[in-house]
């Protein structure tokens, strides 16, 4: 699942958005304008899941794949990053 909503939106209401989400999936918040301010991502492990995490880079690999899928911008989150750190 992969959500857009104003601040305010998800302001009034984060704790039950969170619980929500899934693992991985994203939640892009909006300002007045329309212009994207932040990006949710989930950490919540599934509740199935009773096996404990070996595999960092596959289950890391996943996720920076389905943030690029969801990723809109023209520039790659790199680049952003590397703007805002200037």
Do not use: C, F, N, Y
């Not at 990006?39 to 920076?64: C, F, R």
Request: hydrophobic share 40%; proline share 6%; charged share 25%.
């Amino acid at each position: 699942m992969s959500l857009s909503m104003p601040v305010e939106t998800a302001e009034h209401d984060l704790k039950s958005l969170l619980e929500r989400l899934h693992l991985g999936e994203t939640v892009t918040l909006v300002g007045d304008e329309g212009a994207p301010l932040a990006l949710l991502i989930s950490l919540k492990p599934e509740p199935s899941a009773a096996k404990p995490i070996t595999d960092w880079d596959v289950q890391l690999d996943a996720l920076a794949h389905q943030i690029g899928q969801a990723w809109k911008s023209d520039k790659s989150a790199v680049k952003t990053l590397e703007e805002m750190r200037r």
